[in-house]
């Protein structure tokens, strides 16, 4: 059984930072997959960014050009950088892991980390 819990949410004014964490535990070989989806209160959920265990990424076009997704095998962990935030990218944050266990893949998905912009 493997499990993802995020963490690094939190307030910030608009055009300020914050990197989330998504931390793998459990029976880990190596992160196959991991995406970042939120969803604002009234909002349907959005895609906002995913990588494979190689390093392919594919960001919504919302964060292109200020968010950066990595992926760090060696530490169980995925990261989302997020700079230049706005008040629009406020909205709950989770992740969802595919993880090679060694005896087969399994996916995971966090509890989620609130993210506030606002001034």
């Known amino acids: 059984q493997v499990q993802v819990v995020e963490s690094g949410g939190g307030l910030v004014q608009p055009g300020g930072s914050l990197r989330l964490s998504c931390a793998a535990s459990?029976?880990?070989?190596?992160?196959?997959?991991m995406g970042w989806v939120r969803q604002a209160p009234g909002k349907q959920r959005e895609l906002v960014a995913t990588?494979?265990?190689?390093?392919?990424?594919y960001y919504g076009d919302s964060v292109k050009g200020r968010f950066t997704i990595a992926i760090d095998n060696a530490k169980h962990t995925g990261y989302l950088q997020m700079d230049k935030l706005n008040v629009e990218d406020t909205a709950v944050y989770y992740c969802n892991a595919n993880i090679d266990t060694g005896r087969g893949a399994q996916n995971s998905w966090g509890q989620g980390t609130q993210v506030t912009v606002s001034s």
């Open positions: 990588s494979t265990g190689s390093g392919i990424t």
């Open positions: 459990g029976s880990i070989v190596s992160i196959n997959f």
